[in-house]
């Protein structure tokens, strides 16, 4: 009986406090969701079974201990999401590990929202949540909020998500460059984030993926601090994928580590892969789910997740270090960029007169 070609994953991840927080926020998550288990080697090698595997980063706000619960709990019901609607289902094709993708983040926001409103302690909590599956030869990815994924190929590095962001939004109207979008005061406005509100609308892309191609999924901690060439460089100069994690970290607190640091970095091999040159070109490809996929016919109910630990609040809290900006409803934050817009459209047009 012939060897099935196999698909490899040198996986890292490391989350740091940076240089100015005092609690971490961040989450990450790896899991083989053939074995069932989130117990993968972290900074080993694991091979691709038939169900995949799953990659997340979370990066939790909300003040006091509120974003730590919210980014941990969105990890624990993802994972319990996929375990109990993914794993045992008899259909196994991309179409419906997406939407079981797409179901795990509504799921987890819908139970972070509920949770918040009971919760007065840590009402106003939310988190980014950027969910990246690989099953057969194809990355499967889920975003909400600002959270990063990037594909390195032949020292080339291209972003896989968009910011769900304000910046983002004026850069994709032509209204600003990256550039200028980086150094804005207003560069910390998401205009989602799982939580804050009863229903939000998750990003599915996917992207092909060759011999040799290179993962890096991170916080704005990283992203915010190191430019994605750079991301780039460390992968190509590293001699693991556990040093990328080290150097990429490192350089972000060298300029200062203003906020948590996570990162989850995959190298994949095997004969199951293409070479580079007969690969689809990596970016932002959107996912398109048929439309029997994407009805409410295939939500099913995950087990119900287990209870967060008790978080302890200080009763005379300070105000939380993240930007308030960071912390609002997605419909507000959609309002403040549309007053953006038209205010710099205003601009233009007294200009051109």
Known sequence: ???QPRVEVQVA?????????DHNEDTFLVADLTRGTAEVRVNGGVSVGPR????MVADGMGGAAAGEVASAMAA????KHILATWTPSDSLSGDEFIARLREAVEDANARIHEYAKEHPD???MGTTATVVGIFG?????AQVGDSRAYLIRRGETVQLTKDQSLMQRLIDAGELTEEQAAQSERRNIILQALGPDAR???????QDVSRGDTLVICSDGLS???????IGRAVAEAADVVAVCDTLIALANERGGPDNITTVVARFEGDGLPEPATAEDPGYHSYPLPEEITGESVVVEAAPPAEPPPVEVDPDPEPPEQPAMRNGSPVVMASIGIAVLLLLLATFLLLAT
Do not use: C, N, P, W
């Not at 995949?52 to 990659?55: A, E, K, V, Y």
């Not at 030869?137 to 990815?141: C, E, G, I, K, S």
């Not at 939000?200 to 996917?206: E, G, K």
């Open 1 to 3: 009986m012939s060897r």
């Open 13 to 21: 991840a490391k989350t740091d406090l940076g240089r100015t927080r």
């Open 52 to 55: 995949g595997i799953l990659f």
């Open 76 to 79: 624990d019901i993802v994972l």
């Open 122 to 124: 840590v009402r106003g």
């Open 137 to 141: 030869a194809r990355l499967h990815l």
């Open 200 to 206: 939000i609308r998750v990003d599915l892309t996917y």
């Open 224 to 230: 915010g601090q190191v430019k994605r060439e750079e």
